[in-house]
């Protein structure tokens, strides 16, 4: 999803002003080449951002955005989680080429906010119905994933966590396909991609670094009026292990049975997903449901969704929803060694999850392109339900947490 249509559509690491200035020359340094070549009309360049807030009622485990953020909130406000700010940059070289760049900043793996380009492709519409593209490209496992930074096209103050939460996976090097077909009194799209993923994911004090690990898949979609349907799969070939040797501070020797039981390299995690959108009048509505098969046994396979309505009164959107995340544990290591038993055992119930959410919230558009929503989010779950969360006390964690959150979401 580009900015532009976003617009027909509806911190702590440095200053917003800092941040503003990386952006914008990142986006312009790559496409100032052809702005003095080109006419305004072939070059677009458009933002968005969110100045976001939250605490939780618990300090014995951080909430996170997803697993991409090595650190959370806890009971003090912060802006550490939902803020962001990103610039797009498009230049329409022809009729049937255009370039686009996109560059973001928000917290990520190495806990800085360093601006990064996440989209960077090479887009050619050989016909009104095909398009193909080449690049760094945005991830679309699920439905509205390729815009889970951009706050401004959501109704909640964040896309809900127990379904977006295993997406740490925002940009791939590769290439897609589109195709667009009447169908009816409808439109039927199909895409398919291939790429390496690009990234690391925090792993207490390490990186999990997944750069290079091979990816396919695609989804099939219809759009008829105010209903959208899709339904996706992918895939993903870890091409590395995690680090859980250097986490835990254990040399690898000791613990080899463990290791070798619990490795991602080679490992394939496949992603299925169903989707409905309805969106007329004042209506708006969303149910999301999702089935993670995990190929290792250090990583939970999990089934999870959300349901989501709100009713617009004028510039105000009240909304409320439900979701849920519930993974499947793993045998145990099947070893006469109690040290290798209990380090499977303590990085398996790192990735398991049994919760349900309830939560209410309220969207004002202020003026044009500018929105301010409040959000409460009552998260209920087992103890033992530790995944995505961070700096976990296991002995007093009980599952339980209510978040609220505050943000202000702009596009330009």
Known sequence: ???????????????????????AGSALLSVAPHVMAESDSALSLNGFGTFGLARTTTDDVEFVRDISQPRGVGKDWSALIDSVLGL???????????AVVQATSRYRYDRTFTPDISWAFIKYNP????????????TEFFMMADSRWVGYSFLTVRPPGDYFWYLPFYSIHGADAAINLSLGEGVLRTKAFYGHSNGKIPLADEQWDI???????????????PWQVRASYANIKFKNDLPIATVLKIPPANISEALNFLSTRGARTHYYSLGVVYDQGPWQAQLMLNHIDQGSNALESSDGGYALAGYRMGTLTPYSG???VRSNKQPG???SSVPQNEVAAYVMQDSHADQRTIFAGMRWDVVRNV????????????????FPYRQD??????????VFSLTMDFVF
Do not use: H
């Open 333 to 335: 290591l099947n070893s």
């Open 1 to 23: 999803m580009t900015i532009a249509n976003l617009f027909r559509r509806v911190a702590p690491a440095c200053s917003p002003g800092r941040l503003f200035l990386a952006l």
């Open 88 to 98: 797009q940059a498009a230049w329409r070289i022809s009729p049937q080429f255009e």
């Open 393 to 402: 006390n296991r002995a007093r964690w009980d599952g339980r947490m209510d």
């Open 371 to 386: 929105a301010v929503k409040a959000q409460w989010d009552g998260i209920r779950g087992e103890a033992s339900s530790l």
């Open 127 to 138: 016909t009104p119905n095909l398009s193909l593209r080449a690049g760094r490209l945005g």
């Open 211 to 225: 750069a290079g690990s091979p990816m396919l898949g695609g989804y099939l979609e219809y759009q008829r009026g």
């Open 322 to 324: 439900y979701s849920w």
